[in-house]
């Protein structure tokens, strides 16, 4: 079975550092994606970035960049110039690629301060 | 980009009373849909998959004859609780993907459900 570990609970950044959440999950599969959702309190579920197995380059969205490992079966997401706007829970989510269900973390709960 | 309407956003009824959920993708064609529960501060939980026009396919532990879903069509999907009592409540979300190994799941803003 696939599981998704998130190790930190909670993170905080001051507004326009730079902070990196941590993902680690366990596959035997060698073709999959990894997802980044951003939960604000409004408690949507908003796509931040996605990862291809196969490509070796690191996904980029703006200030959104990953870090995927993947002998490491490691993501991890770091969140450039912070926005207050940024504080949300963010969850590290797999998927297979010949599956649509998708497993996600438990979650990160990050704060920026002002 | 993709749209998910979920409705009703908050429902509150008694304990006994069935409640039903709807989840709909508006501007494309959702071959699989997704039903998640998610607990106060902890993480989205897979209750069950359904196809277009097949029954769904629920995970371990999750009651089908307590969380009724139907996927009548490309673009609804409906949860329903049935005889609901306080342990239902929760925070319901559906996601919707379409045809093909590459496509993302899109989220619906969910569903608070109360039970009192």
């Known amino acids: 079975a696939q599981t998704v570990t998130q190790s930190q609970p909670e993170m905080s950044v001051q507004e326009a550092e730079t902070v990196t959440l941590s993902c680690t999950y366990d596959?035997?599969?060698?073709?999959?994606?990894l997802f980044w959702y951003k939960q604000p309190p409004s408690r949507q579920m908003i796509l931040v970035i996605r990862?291809?197995?196969?490509?070796?380059q690191n996904a980029t969205e703006n200030r959104f960049s990953v870090n995927f490992q993947k002998a490491a079966k490691s993501f991890s997401l770091k969140i450039s110039d912070s926005q207050l706007g940024d504080a949300a829970m963010y969850f590290c989510a797999y998927r297979r690629t010949r599956s649509n269900d998708m497993r996600f973390g438990a979650g990160t709960r990050l704060t920026v301060k002002p | 980009g993709a749209v998910v309407s979920q409705h009703p956003s908050w429902v509150i009824c008694k304990s006994g009373t069935s409640v039903k959920i709807e989840c709909r993708s508006l501007?494309?064609?959702?071959?699989?849909m997704f039903w998640y529960r998610q607990f106060p501060k902890q993480s989205l939980m897979l209750m069950a998959t359904?196809?277009?026009?097949?029954?769904?396919?629920?995970e371990q532990g999750v009651e089908k004859d307590k969380f009724l879903i139907n996927h009548a069509s490309l673009t609804l999907s409906t949860l329903t609780v049935t005889s609901a009592h306080p342990e239902d409540s929760s925070f319901y979300i559906c996601?919707?993907?379409?045809?093909?190994?590459?496509?993302?799941?899109?989220f619906g803003d969910g569903t608070r459900l109360s039970i009192l």
């Open positions: 990862q291809e197995a196969y490509k070796q």
């Open positions: 359904s196809n277009e026009g097949s029954k769904a396919t629920y």
């Open positions: 996601s919707a993907s379409g045809q093909g190994g590459n496509q993302p799941q899109h």
């Open positions: 596959t035997s599969e060698s073709d999959y994606y």
């Open positions: 501007d494309f064609q959702a071959t699989t």
